[in-house]
């Protein structure tokens, strides 16, 4: 059986692979020296319609899906995963919650400059105390003559500080629910809003061009329609689109191996040591051999997960398969690709060594790797104490 993707995506593939290539490697080095968001570039991929693809035409989307989103993430992963966290995060968190969760209203006022890529939107659940663990959420949201009134603070937000950073929808407790646990809802905060703070961006081990930043609310105040989908079901409905999320870094993974794969091909058709090229060694084709294996393997995993999305089907199990499979071996890849190059693959010059800082994220963001262990395990029915 083999699996090949539609005409459209590998028409896509080439796009983004070109932008990749021309507009986002050659300055990738740069970003990540100064930590500074290639702005520019950003809105770029908003001309390009790649914030917009998993949306419909009728809020201006490109009536595409998961496999096309996964398609221009790979891509971009290949070069730099600063880019591609932000495109991830831009449309996976911050604009695919309002588009699933909210009224017609909030569909006006916000989706049309986010899928355009003209605006970006972040999503706020992780706290200092509280992330996976739901019930230990300390942010608390009061509703106070017509408005949600919001105190609390949240960690490590992506695309919370940008220049165009337009919302934050945060996870707050609203109220206790009939057992009496805490009930979680989700309000949507605009930038600027009085009492809305982010703080200075983290100081992080890699992603150095990707925006992320603690956030705190003081008072914040927020007209009562800011309030996303039912009360008390904030957290669930998240959880309902994070499987989405795991397929998406799973690409991202994809990309990283790739990424590597290509640049030790070259760098040991090149590196010439002891009379000839470094890829004459069986040491050195093996590992690359098992770079090509380890993308293949990642690659079918995370499609056949996008496809079952795509297609309706249940895919919890596969996209957590996905994820745990092609995040850990992203970081192999990483540590792969840095010892072929030797001594230049510790040099932050070589986007192998970029890579190998960066990639360590993606086995802990949008669920670690033992949360994927988890559900896999049980949908394997095995006991759940």
Not at 163 to 174: F, K, N, R
Request: contains cysteine; negative net charge.
């Amino acid at each position: 059986m083999t699996y090949e993707l539609s005409p459209d995506a590998e028409a896509l593939r080439k796009v983004v692979r070109d932008f990749a290539d021309n507009e986002v490697a050659p300055h990738a080095a740069a970003w990540d020296r100064d930590h500074a968001f290639p702005l520019d570039v950003v809105l770029a991929m908003g001309e390009l319609g790649l914030f917009g693809i998993p949306f419909p035409a009728s809020v201006g989307g490109g009536d595409g899906n998961l496999t096309l989103l996964c398609v221009a993430i790979e891509e971009l992963a290949r070069v730099d995963q600063s880019v591609s966290i932000t495109l991830e995060a831009g449309v996976g968190l911050g604009t695919n919650p309002i588009w699933r969760f909210g009224t017609p209203e909030q569909h006006e006022r916000w989706l049309g400059d986010l899928v355009a890529g003209r605006a970006l939107a972040g999503f706020g659940l992780t706290e200092p105390d509280a992330g996976s663990d739901a019930g230990a959420t300390r942010t608390r949201a009061e509703l106070v003559d017509g408005h949600w009134v919001i105190n609390g603070e949240k960690s490590f937000i992506t695309n919370s500080g940008t220049p165009i950073t337009s919302v934050v929808t945060v996870t707050a407790v609203t109220g206790t629910d009939d057992a009496g646990r805490p009930a979680i809802s989700t309000i949507v905060v605009p930038s600027g809003t009085p009492g809305f703070e982010v703080q200075p961006a983290y100081r992080k081990m890699g992603w150095h061009a990707s925006d992320t930043h603690g956030l705190t609310f003081t008072d914040c105040a927020v007209p009562a329609d800011h309030l996303l989908g039912a009360e008390g079901r904030g957290f669930a409905n998240f959880l309902s689109i994070l499987d989405e999320g795991r397929v998406a870094i799973a690409a991202m993974a994809v990309g990283v191996i790739q990424g590597c794969l290509e640049e030790c091909q070259r760098y040991a058709n090149e590196r010439v040591a002891f009379g000839r090229a470094i890829g004459a060694n069986q040491a050195i084709a093996f590992a690359i051999a098992d770079l090509a294996v380890s993308a293949e393997a990642a690659r079918l995993l995370t499609y056949r997960a996008a496809a079952l999305a795509d297609a309706g089907r249940p895919y919890k199990t596969e996209a957590a398969m996905a994820k745990l499979y092609a995040t850990e071996a992203a970081v192999s890849a990483t540590r792969t690709a840095t010892q072929v190059f030797g001594g230049s693959g510790y040099m932050d010059e070589t986007p192998v060594a970029r890579h190998y800082r960066d990639a360590k994220v993606l086995e802990i963001g949008e669920g670690t790797s033992e949360v994927q262990r988890l559900v896999i395990s049980r949908a394997l029915g095995l006991p759940v104490r």
